[in-house]
């Protein structure tokens, strides 16, 4: 069993920048792909970005790319999301998400979650 504690989310304005994090319990971190995912109000959940097990790769949605940057520390079982230019649309409930252990990224769409966290809210006023 992994738990997820997702923390750091708040209100920013629009241009600024916040770093959210995610640490996981248990000794399987370093075995799991690890992604972010956001969902806005009525609106369904996607994809932010991966990261491989060792961190030497990183995935991103397309529309992101260039002001997200996902990271990883495995000696302290966290991942981390820094997010850069944030605008109001950025306004949603993000979430991190652990793989089956020795799992490769595959895509956002083949990416199936093992264990989820609660989710921190980041607000992005304009």
């Known amino acids: 069993q992994v738990q997820l504690v997702e923390s750091g989310g708040g209100l920013v304005q629009a241009g600024g920048s916040l770093r959210i994090s995610c640490v996981a319990s248990g000794r399987t971190f370093s075995t799991r792909v690890m992604a972010w995912f956001r969902q806005a109000p009525g609106k369904e959940r996607e994809f932010v970005a991966a990261?491989?097990?060792?961190?030497?790769?990183?995935y991103y949605a397309d529309s992101l790319k260039g002001r997200f940057t996902i990271s990883r520390d495995n000696a302290k079982n966290t991942v981390y999301l820094q997010m850069d230019s944030l605008k109001p649309e950025d306004t949603a409930v993000y979430s991190c998400a652990a793989d089956r252990p020795w799992s490769d990224f595959r895509g956002p769409d083949a990416f199936s979650a093992n264990y989820w966290g609660q989710g921190t809210q980041v607000t992005v006023s304009s």
């Open positions: 990261i491989s097990r060792s961190g030497g790769s990183t």
